[in-house]
């Protein structure tokens, strides 16, 4: 994912609607490289180095989206929020006035990121394409590289004139999770000298074929016995509930055009999936 992202950077670099306007940087090649004291390009080159990556904690999210789909809700645990920085330095090859080669360059870097506060979809590489929220994209970070002297001794170097960038990703470090759409409300009612407690459960369930499609337009019969005690109907995705089941073990009917009739156990309360009948057809 951190490679997808250097190589959305390059295509912002080298986008060809900026050809006529910035020539030298659109003529210079991208690279990743560190920038020891040894670096010495043969062409002219803007060198991209990702000095850091660390998560954004101004960003972290422990709230969860769910999206209803054929049925089932997936829920999307929040992404990691990872700010990657790097240090753009420039090398023109060639020529004289190489600084103020190099000064140019430098410009044009920071003119082309700088038209982005999120980078733009059509840039987007690899496992960064679609993703959202969009990429915040920083061209000269604030916080950033505070004692650039020290950075550049580090790395066996003489200072030298940069630009430090910083892009925002998501990295999804959960797994989507599905789950049923059905639920249990219990509420208990109590009433009489001495108090009894009368125990009444919102059940909802659903009506799926074999090949786990919900069956609109059934009819399901809740039975003590051989009394109808509840019925209602399946939706077009196959679910149904009733409003109140007093608590125990009941009998559950599902009658569909085309499918055979179903009869099973319905205890009240249950797990969701105890509340899904699959019908088998005629």
Known sequence: ?????????????????????????????IVFDRPLETFAPT???????????????????????????????????APLRLNCSYLATAWPVGGTDL???EHRLLSQVLTVLSRYPTIAPQFLKG?????????????????????LAEFWSSLGGKLRASLTIT???????FADADDFLVTTHQTNYVHDTPPVVESLVQVGGRVLDNANQGVAGALVDLLDGAEIT???????????DFAQVASGTHTIRVVAAGFQVQTQPFKVPAQPQDYVVTLSPL
């Open 230 to 240: 509840l019925r209602t109907t399946s939706n077009d995705d196959g679910e149904f």
């Open 167 to 173: 892009a925002t990703i998501s990295v999804p470090v």
């Open 1 to 29: 994912m951190i490679r997808d992202l250097s190589e959305t950077l390059k295509a912002v670099l080298q986008d060809p609607t900026f050809k006529t306007r910035f020539p030298e940087l659109a003529n210079a090649k």
């Open 127 to 147: 496992s960064l394409v679609g993703q959202f929220p969009p990429l915040p994209l920083v061209a000269l970070h604030p916080d950033a590289l505070k004692n």
């Open 43 to 77: 062409d002219p080159t803007i060198d991209l180095f990702l000095y850091d990556v660390r998560e954004n904690t101004e960003l972290r999210s422990n709230e969860v989206d769910v999206d209803i789909i054929n049925g089932q809700a997936i829920s999307h645990q």
């Open 99 to 101: 600084p103020l080669q």
